[in-house]
C-alpha cells in the first residue's frame, strides 16, 4: 500500500465520526429548518421552504439579539487574545518559579463551564460578592452595587468569564508558537541595537502571526456559541440583555418547543461563523500580503 493509501486509510475513522456526528445533524437540522415544527400545537412537520429564514430576518428578537452577539462575541476575542499574548509573553522569560505558574495557569480550563459560571455568578453577587467586598474595601465604591441590574455590564461580565475559561489554552499555544522561535535572531537583533519593543515587533509577532490568527479564529467560534456561561451567569436577563443568537436558539428550540425556527436560527449562526472567521482570515492574510510588500 502506498503511503497515500495509507493515510487515507488512518483518516477513514475520522471522516466517520465526522459524517456521523456533524455532517448528518447538519443535514437533518437543514430539513426541519424547511419545515414549522410547533410541538407546543401539534407534533406534524409542514413545510414551508424558506419561511423560517425571512421570519427570523424580521423578527424584532432576533434583531435585537445581533448587536449583542457581536459585542459578546467581539470583547471576548480581544480579551482573550490580548491576555493570552501577556501571558505567553511573560511566561516565554525566564524567571523563578516559571513552571509552578505554568501549572496553575491550566486551572480555568480544568473547571467545568457551568462551575465557571455560578463562580462568578457569585463573585459578583449584589449582597455578598467577592467583587463588591473588594471594592469596598479600597474605597472604589461606597456601596455593593448590583451588577446584573445594567444589560451591557452583565453581558461584559458574562464575555469576561468566557475568556477567563479560554485564557489557558490560547495562553499555551501562542507559548509553543513562541519557543519555536530561534535565539539567535533575537541575538542578531539586539547586535543591530534592537530594544524589546523592536525584537517583539520585527521578529515575535511575524512568527505569531499565523498563530494568532488561529486563535482569533478560534475565539470567534467559541464566542458565538457561548451558552453555558450565559445561562448559568444570566439566564438571559435583566430582562432579555444577555440573551445572544445561540442563547434564544435555546430557548426556541426547548422551551417554546418551536423546532423549526430554532433550526433556521442554527444553520444563520453557522453560516454567521463561517463568514467572521473567513473574513477575520481574509483580513489577516491581507494585512501579511501589504507588510511583505
Known sequence: MDESKFGLLLTLPTIFLVVVFLALPITYAFFMSLNQIE????????????????????????????????????????????????LALILNEQ????????????LPWAVAPVVSGVMWRYMFHQSYGLINALLTSLGIIDKYVVWFDNPTV???????????????????????????????LFRASKM????????????????????????????????????????????????????????????????????????????MLAVLIVLLSGLSIYISMGRKGKAKG
Open 192 to 267: 543591530d541595537g534592537a530594544n524589546i519593543f523592536h525584537r517583539f515587533r520585527y521578529v515575535t509577532l511575524p512568527h505569531l502571526r499565523p498563530t494568532l490568527i488561529f486563535v482569533v479564529v478560534l475565539q470567534i467560534i467559541s464566542s458565538l456559541q457561548a451558552f453555558d456561561v450565559i445561562f448559568t451567569l444570566t439566564r438571559g436577563g435583566p430582562g432579555q440583555g444577555t440573551v445572544v443568537l445561540n442563547y434564544l436558539t435555546f430557548v426556541n428550540a426547548f422551551e417554546r418547543l418551536s423546532i423549526g425556527a430554532a433550526s433556521a436560527m442554527s444553520i
Open 39 to 86: 410541538l407546543t400545537i401539534s407534533p406534524d412537520w409542514d413545510f414551508v421552504g424558506l419561511k423560517n429564514y425571512t421570519g427570523l430576518l424580521t423578527d424584532k428578537r432576533v434583531i435585537d439579539t445581533v448587536p449583542r452577539t457581536l459585542y459578546f462575541a467581539g470583547l471576548n476575542v480581544i480579551v482573550t487574545t490580548l491576555m493570552s499574548l501577556c
Open 154 to 184: 452583565a453581558l461584559s461580565i458574562a464575555s469576561f468569564a468566557t475568556a477567563w475559561k479560554a485564557l489557558p489554552f490560547s495562553t499555551l499555544i501562542m507559548l509553543a508558537s513562541m519557543q519555536g522561535i530561534s535565539e539567535s
Open 95 to 106: 524567571f523563578k518559579g516559571r513552571n509552578w505558574i505554568r501549572v496553575f495557569i491550566l
